[in-house]
């Protein structure tokens, strides 16, 4: 099993900058696989990417996401190949849809129909990165623009038909187009004993491509501490999986809410969203079932951990991303260690 860390969030800025590259060149040091960066309203997921690749040598450097509304297709690629150039081929894409309250409130696009956005996005970028004129007659982009005086244009740096290109998506459809079309899938809200609300999408989208589950690499996250206070660790979470599940997107359109209904938490998403919108944050954060916590994460003593890492293996998870904590870098870093060294015990485990 692999192992991702994650950098930035939806509003990062850059206020430890310093120690989030040292952090990351340490997790280079300690054999992690994969660096993410996120992106929302805060820093960009490319500026630190770049910067990272003249830092590292290495570690995967992918865009955890790149917002496709926030960008058109065709400089997605060009940024792509742009990376891949500056990090010796390190880099792989990340794409997601984002959701309403950024896509329409920040970037002024509209969020009708993502599922038929991100497929004709990822199509144009295909054609982008093979090197073929960037000529597309679809719903939701035409390239040239009609009626203009705009020609097929080939991109100039050299192809790369083969950069990895991962998705972060979640709905059932969504799923199934990331089985058909991509190299990987960013998981957010997996259960490993509910796989298959996420996987037989998955699969289905797969079997259109000819493909199966090995072919596709599977990335989940988790947060990771080891210790015998386990109610302290769950309490500690409960008010990000509120978030989760009340304020990420709009009461209308939660994907990551949707995701632990099929999952089997309906009555609790429906009651932590509802009281979460009302302003009654408190509330809802206290009706987070302890269970959500606990299988979503690689938190408890050794032993529970270990066993929740055979859980993900048992369902398909090739790489974890792995979020740890601490009062300071120091600690995240020495957490971090403590964290890639029992992922790599206990995968050698397997083996024997």
């Not at 800025?13 to 310093?18: Q, R, S």
């Not at 570690?59 to 500056?86: D, E, H, K, N």
């Not at 993502?114 to 073929?132: A, F």
């Not at 509120?242 to 009461?251: D, E, H, R, V």
Request: with cysteine; aromatic share 8%; charged share 25%.
């Amino acid at each position: 099993m692999k192992t991702a860390i994650g950098i930035g969030s939806a509003y990062y800025n850059g206020e430890d900058w310093d120690e989030l590259v040292n952090y990351t060149v340490e997790a280079e040091k300690m054999g992690v696989d994969h660096v993410w960066s996120a992106e929302a309203w805060g820093m960009d997921a490319i500026v630190p990417l770049a910067y990272m690749a003249a830092k590292t040598k290495t570690i995967t450097l992918g865009t955890g996401i790149l917002q496709i509304s926030a960008r058109v297709p065709s400089m997605i690629a060009m940024t792509s190949q742009s990376m891949a150039a500056v990090s010796d081929n390190r880099f792989v894409l990340g794409l997601g849809v984002s959701g309403p309250q950024v896509v329409e409130g920040l970037h002024g696009a509209s969020f009708a129909h993502p599922l038929g956005r991100l497929r004709e996005c990822v199509e144009i970028i295909r054609l982008g990165l093979s090197s073929e004129r960037v000529e597309y007659d679809g719903k939701h982009y035409v390239l040239p623009r009609p009626g203009g005086e705009g020609k097929p244009i080939r991109l100039s740096q050299p192809p790369q038909p083969d950069l990895p290109i991962y998705l972060a998506t979640l709905g059932p459809r969504s799923l199934e187009m990331t089985g058909e079309l991509a190299d990987g899938w960013l998981g957010t809200s997996f259960i490993p004993e509910h796989a298959d609300v996420f996987l037989e999408p998955l699969k289905k989208g797969l079997a259109k491509a000819g493909r199966s589950l090995s072919d596709i690499d599977i990335q989940v996250g988790g947060s990771f501490e080891i210790s015998d206070d386990v109610e302290r660790m769950v309490e500690a979470r409960r008010p990000a999986m509120a978030f989760t599940l009340g304020g990420m997107g709009s009461a209308q359109t939660n994907f990551y809410n949707d995701a632990f209904k099929r999952a089997g938490y309906e009555e609790a998403a429906v009651k932590v969203q509802s009281l979460w919108v009302d302003g009654k944050k408190e509330e809802a954060i206290r009706e987070v079932p302890e269970e959500m916590i606990l299988r979503t994460n690689l938190i408890g003593t050794e032993d529970m951990v270990r066993e929740r890492l055979r859980a993900y293996r048992d369902a398909g998870v090739n790489t974890m991303r792995l979020s740890t904590g601490g009062s300071n870098w120091k600690e995240r870093t020495d957490s971090l260690a403590e964290a890639v060294d029992l992922v790599k015990r206990e995968a050698d485990s397997w083996s024997d």
